[in-house]
């Protein structure tokens, strides 16, 4: 009996990546205006989304549960990601997941975010950079059975040594502060002032909150009226990143702080708490995930 070969046919469509229906070929001015609709309905999404967050406490905090898993992506794309798939904890395009092995599941949907494309010359002689629309997936849109594994997890000492490396201002111990808090930016000083005796998860967010707030005085990237508040917010992502206790924070009055900021003002804002958390990640990041070194190579024995 000959061989049958029907199977492929269900594999191959298995393999294919999904698409939208063609209704036929469009013309490069139409691709382009629907590219254009497209993106410009992201970025409102982005926009709608700002609004919403800043309106409501428990909002607000949750895109914070967002942003510590996605710090690495723009403070546009957080937004975009907590928008659409705010569960989300691992994330990659249709290619990637199928290079991974694990491919994304058939009649899954995935959702947008934007991607820099080519550098280009506006009128004005400036460069800008055109955005793509990227199409993504969960990891718990693909066949991968067992659930992804959270970061490596660290004891608290050495989580603070990472928080206190190359700070942007240098650290003094003292025996006490003012109304009971733990440490505190002094920019007239430009020290961060640290009480003595505090239990590890107490340093870490006291100490993450004043190293924030140094870093918006630095580049001076508040634009909402109060650091603090930008400050506290990072502090809090930092928690929920590096698995700190995030009990004690409270966000009840997100709608008071962002009350006289308009649209620009918000996204300003959402931006410069998501710039703040990814700096202080990424110094982090160099002590507790040190790049692999390589073995010297052996001489040669004769």
Not at 1 to 20: G, H, I, S, T
Not at 133 to 152: L, V, W, Y
Not at 204 to 223: G, K, M, T, V
């Amino acid at each position: 009996m000959p061989e049958n070969y029907d199977d492929l046919f269900a594999e191959v469509e298995q393999d294919r990546a999904p698409a939208e229906p063609q209704g036929g070929q469009l013309s490069k001015e139409e691709f382009a205006a629907k590219m254009k609709a497209e993106r410009d309905g992201l970025s409102e999404l982005a926009s709608q989304t700002g609004m919403l967050l800043a309106a409501d406490d428990g909002t607000f905090r949750q895109y914070l549960d967002t942003l510590a898993r996605f710090d690495r992506y723009s403070a546009q794309n957080t937004l975009l990601i907590f928008a659409q798939r705010p569960d989300a904890t691992k994330l990659g395009d249709y290619d990637h997941w199928k290079e991974a092995g694990t491919p994304v599941r058939r009649n899954e949907t995935g959702f947008s975010i934007f991607e820099p494309g080519k550098e280009y010359r506006r009128e004005d002689g400036s460069t800008g950079v055109s955005m793509n629309i990227k199409r993504m997936f969960d990891i718990s849109q693909t066949e991968a059975r067992d659930k992804p594994q959270p970061e490596p997890a660290h004891d608290i000492r050495t989580l603070l040594k990472a928080l206190m490396s190359n700070t942007p201002a240098p650290i003094k111990l003292v025996d006490s502060l003012p109304d009971g808090i733990g440490a505190h930016y002094n920019e007239q000083r430009g020290v961060i002032e640290v009480v003595r005796g505090l239990d590890g998860d107490s340093l870490f967010r006291c100490l993450a909150q004043e190293i924030a707030y140094a870093e918006l005085s630095r580049h001076d990237a508040a634009p909402c009226r109060d650091k603090s508040f930008t400050a506290y917010a990072a502090s809090y992502a930092l928690c929920a990143k590096h698995g700190v206790d995030t009990k004690g924070y409270y966000f009840g009055k997100v709608t008071e702080h962002f009350a006289e900021c308009d649209g620009r003002e918000i996204r300003g804002e959402i931006k410069a708490i998501r710039d703040t958390v990814n700096d202080v990640s990424t110094r982090m990041a160099r002590v507790l995930n040190p790049p692999e070194r390589k073995a010297p190579a052996q001489e040669a024995r004769s």
